[in-house]
């Protein structure tokens, strides 16, 4: 068992696409923010176009089966979920309802969401999202890294998408991922 992702819970390191400066579709994120586990090491993600875009992980290379995961919650303003994506595992997570939407991949094992704060109902509640795949991870192929972006879960969105569409002002927490 060991973390194979650089600069994890580091948004603003080398490698990460769509974070740090002016980055493209989204603000940039926001550091010092309270975690799941009384920390401030989380971050606020802020989406601002509906255009299809992901946060990219470093580039890293792997062969195997793999684990990858992150806390997250909804930040309240819009009802917002997580779609986490390598070519072998997917998975849709509803950050209000705390249900996997949607799962799939071509090597998936399990995409799983477990409850780590807060009770059912709870609307300010931390998940814990995970997606598990086997197959080859090519280091410095775009297609390859693991990646994540804010989803609406309301069954539309402003331009009028379907449920798991791009949000155009989404805002969620994450923390080590």
């Not at 989204?26 to 010092?32: E, I, L, M, T």
């Not at 979920?81 to 996997?100: C, K, Q, R, S």
């Not at 410095?140 to 969105?157: H, L, T």
């Amino acid at each position: 068992r060991e973390n194979l992702i650089k600069y994890s819970n580091t948004l603003d390191g080398t490698g990460w696409v769509n974070t740090t400066g002016t980055p493209a579709n989204y603000n940039a994120a926001v550091s010092g923010q309270s975690g799941y586990d009384g920390s401030t090491n989380a971050w606020l993600i802020e989406k601002t176009t509906t255009v299809n875009s992901y946060i990219g992980g470093p580039f890293f290379g792997y062969d195997g089966v793999f684990t990858w995961s992150v806390y997250a919650k909804n930040e309240g303003t819009k009802n917002n979920g997580l779609h986490m994506y390598t070519p072998y595992a997917t998975g849709y997570f509803d950050l209000v309802n705390g249900t996997i939407d949607l799962e799939g991949g071509s090597n998936k094992i399990e995409v799983k969401m477990e409850p780590v704060t807060g009770s059912a109902g709870d609307t300010d509640r931390w998940y814990r999202c995970s997606v598990t795949g086997v197959g080859e991870i090519v280091d410095n192929d775009n297609e390859d890294r693991p990646r994540f972006k804010i989803v609406n879960i309301d069954g539309s969105d402003e331009s009028g998408g379907a449920d798991g569409a791009y949000s155009s002002t989404g805002k969620i927490f994450v923390q080590n991922f």
